[in-house]
Each structure stands twice: as structure tokens, then as C-alpha cells.
């Protein structure tokens, strides 16, 4: 069964930093572009980085830019999320897009998985 499994979230401080983990089962990780979006209940998803298969390319909403960082080794896809917000609570989801990385990835969802709650608060 193909599946992605998302872990890491918890709760955090304005200003801390959170490493979010996403790890596959019923396919090779390495070979598929990984992303991770975000939502709020009630609210759309948003996207928040993406990583190629082959170079390792990166793309970032603008608004994560500077804050956060997706890397990957073989068998997991990190986001690396510092000087966290409270805007910032959201569930967050790794997913494998259908098509490689780029600013419309989110709309070629093949798989998400069940995704891990981020929430900034003091």
C-alpha cells in the first residue's frame, strides 16, 4: 500500500524551530518529487515547499522563503521550519505530486498522507 507518514509536529513557542519528518511505505521515496503543503480547517491548502527526485531542486512559497527548509535523504523528506509564527499552526502533510516541482505541484496530488499539527502558541 502506498503511503506517506508524516511526524515531527508538536507544539512551539513564537520563535522556535520544528523538523518535520515524512517517510514512505509501498514505493522508493528517492525517485518521486516530495512536497509539503499545509492547512487550516476551514481554509484551503496551502503549499509550502517541494523537492525534486533527481538534483535535489527546491521550490518555496514566497512566504515560507528565508524560514523554511526541505532536504531529503533516502528514505525521508524533511522541512526544517525556524522563527515559527503563530500563523503558522496548520496541519502539515507531505505529499507526492504527480509532476515535478514547480509553483502549480500542489494541484497533482497522487498521495498525502494524514498529516502532523503544527501549533505555535505561547
Known amino acids: 500500500q502506498v503511503q506517506l507518514v508524516e511526524s515531527g509536529g508538536g507544539l512551539v513557542q513564537p520563535g522556535g524551530s520544528l523538523r518535520l519528518s515524512c517517510a514512505a511505505s509501498?514505493?522508493?521515496?528517492?525517485?518521486?518529487?516530495i512536497g509539503w503543503f499545509r492547512q487550516v480547517p476551514g481554509k484551503e491548502r496551502e503549499g509550502v515547499s517541494c523537492i525534486s527526485s533527481s538534483d535535489g531542486s527546491t521550490y518555496y512559497a514566497d512566504s515560507m522563503k528565508g524560514r523554511f527548509t526541505i532536504s531529503r535523504d533516502s528514505a525521508k523528506v524533511y522541512l526544517q521550519m525556524n522563527s515559527l509564527k503563530p500563523e503558522d499552526t496548520a496541519v502539515y502533510y507531505c505529499a507526492r505530486p504527480s509532476r515535478l516541482c514547480g509553483s502549480d505541484w500542489l494541484s497533482f496530488l497522487e498521495v498525502w498522507g494524514q498529516g502532523t499539527l503544527v501549533t505555535v502558541s505561547s
Open positions: 509501498g514505493f522508493t521515496l528517492d525517485y518521486y518529487p
